[in-house]
């Protein structure tokens, strides 16, 4: 598995996904040969996923963030699947999770101010199937939000 | 900021894969390398873009249970509410802390190596926090991100 080179070359990227093959071998204290066989190891055994770029919503005018925590009506055998595959049709919803708990499905909603929320409620989610009941939570600030993992 | 469709395509690609080079982008698009830079640092210039992020297998770097946790404070107050903001954003097993509005105060995303390992970290660092009142936990089944209304 990982050793404490491969963990320190993660938490490096983990920080800054943008530096390069030479920067990293400096910071580990190999070459830069070495920390590409490691990099391509890591891609290869599915741990490094490569990267992504993180949307600020709020900057193209989606000023409202509601976490709706859903419970499904589970005397229908279909209803994750079916209430999953209709979800992924509203544009809005950013995130669909699943969860064991209290809540069965979580929605990450955004809309560009309450009316437009208000709108996306009533039509989009509210004529979703099976859902038995809905909490919503509106999101007031993000105070962290870099998912890193504590490796 | 306004978007026309090139831009809307861009950040559909990125949002899934920021690794490519600007001269891959602009083949998918149907720009040039300079045409294909310039629009996404016009995009970063106006925080559309916020960064990047590292994709990890978290379950094969040993991280196999995600945890939210809903959480109430007993005691309310803004001195309140910043101690415990600093206190939950420093422990590193918490990925996310959302303030929000409704039937809790803050969210919060915990990842663990197994549930023992989370109970740890309930009992240990969360729950001995000053103010902390009621606390709901949902263990995550499964996650997928949408890209959204781009």
Redesign the interface.
């Given at each position: 598995?990982?050793d404490d080179i491969d963990r320190h070359l993660?938490r490096l990227?983990?920080s800054d996904?943008?530096r390069g093959v030479p920067d990293l071998a400096q910071a580990v204290g190999g070459t830069p040969a070495r920390v590409s066989r490691r990099l391509d190891r890591l891609r290869d055994?599915?741990?490094?996923?490569?990267?992504?770029?993180?949307?600020?919503?709020?900057?193209?005018g989606?000023d409202v963030a509601v976490?709706l925590r859903i419970t499904l009506d589970k005397t229908v055998a279909r209803a994750f699947d079916d209430f999953?595959q209709a979800a992924?049709s509203v544009?809005?919803?950013?995130?669909?999770?699943?969860?064991?708990?209290?809540?069965d499905v979580?929605l990450s909603v955004?809309a560009r101010d309450l009316p437009d929320y208000q709108r996306i409620y009533r039509d989009d989610i509210l004529t979703l199937p099976h859902i038995a009941d809905i909490?919503?939570?509106?999101?007031?600030?993000?105070?962290?939000?870099?998912?890193?993992?504590?490796? | 900021m306004t978007l026309d469709d090139i831009d809307r395509a861009l950040l559909r690609i990125l949002s899934r894969n920021a690794d490519q080079s600007t001269k891959q982008l602009g083949q998918k698009l149907g720009l040039s390398q300079p045409a294909t830079w310039r629009r996404i640092r016009r995009l970063q210039d106006a925080g559309v873009i916020a960064g990047r992020k590292l994709m990890l297998d978290a379950e094969k770097v040993g991280f196999g249970v995600t945890v939210f946790l809903g959480v109430k404070l007993a005691t309310k107050g803004r001195v309140s509410l910043e101690d415990f903001e600093r206190a939950v954003s420093a422990i590193p097993e918490i990925q996310t802390v959302d303030h929000v509005l409704g039937l809790y105060d803050y969210r919060l995303r915990v990842v663990a190596r197994d549930l023992a390992d989370f109970e740890r970290v309930l009992r240990r660092r969360i729950m001995t926090m000053p103010g902390v009142g009621d606390v709901e936990a949902n263990v995550l089944l499964s996650e997928e991100r949408r890209p959204g209304p781009i």
């Open positions: 598995m990982l993660l990227l983990q996904p943008s055994a599915g741990i490094f996923l490569g990267s992504h770029a993180v949307i600020n919503w709020r900057a193209l989606y976490s999953i992924r544009p809005e919803v950013i995130e669909i999770q699943t969860f064991l708990g209290r809540v979580r955004i909490e919503a939570l509106m999101t007031v600030a993000s105070v962290k939000s870099d998912e890193s993992l504590p490796l | -």
